[in-house]
């Protein structure tokens, strides 16, 4: 699915397997957000080829946070293909979030980050995205925001009419909801989850805000 003059969204829609969403940037620099779970990568490999485009071609993967269905096929990848991460999730991977990655038989040794994101502005040839550290879902949780396009990759801490469990390791409602806050005074114009349906145009995006804020937030 085209979402701009430079985005594709590899959007998961099975009723009976988890994954997230992968998202596509394509120009000079090529940036794959959130490469999803190594035995179902297959998607994101019919998606890049019906562009024209392999793995091989990918310059940077981001990762949104370090559960499995968010990192594990990030082992796909070869140098010089890049990989990055949030600090404080990488820890988390390697932490206490072994146990859960060992549930999907991944090793977090297979994959090793080449640097780590943090809040601020990663930039690359004419590429700019804006790092923001909303912990909540997870300890290092990073959502981007593409000044560009005014839009936001929300990982797993916004989701049309829904937010990020916080019963994981590392979880913590409250830091949710205040990330949550933070992403709510932006100016959006799309919302590109990490899983479920996009979220288009400012009015649907100040919608879902409210709702998160007005009826999710009491039941955390």
């Not at 999730?89 to 297979?110: I, K, V």
């Not at 601020?120 to 925001?145: A, I, K, M, N």
């Amino acid at each position: 699915m085209q979402l701009n003059a430079r985005l594709h969204a590899f959007l998961w829609n099975s009723l009976t397997a988890n994954n997230c969403n992968t998202y596509f940037i394509d120009g000079p620099f090529k940036v794959l957000i959130d490469p999803g779970h190594d035995g179902l990568f297959e998607h994101v490999e019919r998606g890049l080829a019906a562009l024209g485009y392999s793995p091989a071609d990918i310059q940077l993967v981001i990762c949104t946070h370090s559960h499995p269905d968010h990192i594990e096929a990030v082992r796909r990848f070869a140098k010089p293909t890049l990989f990055a991460i949030h600090e404080t999730d990488w820890r988390l991977l390697n932490g206490e979030g072994r146990a859960m990655a060992g549930m999907y038989g991944f090793d977090p040794g297979a994959i090793r980050p080449d640097f780590f994101i943090s809040e601020g502005d990663l930039r690359f040839d004419e590429l700019t995205l804006q790092v923001l550290h909303t912990p909540g879902h997870s300890p290092g949780s990073v959502c981007l925001y593409w000044p560009e396009y005014k839009g936001l990759f929300t990982g797993d801490v916004v989701f049309s009419e829904g937010l990020g469990r916080t019963d994981l390791p590392g979880g913590d409602g409250d830091l949710l909801k205040a990330s949550i806050r933070r992403l709510a005074s932006l100016e959006v114009e799309a919302i590109w989850p990490g899983h479920g349906e996009t979220i288009e145009g400012n009015s649907a995006v100040r919608a879902n805000f409210d709702y998160l804020t007005q009826v999710i937030f009491p039941l955390i």
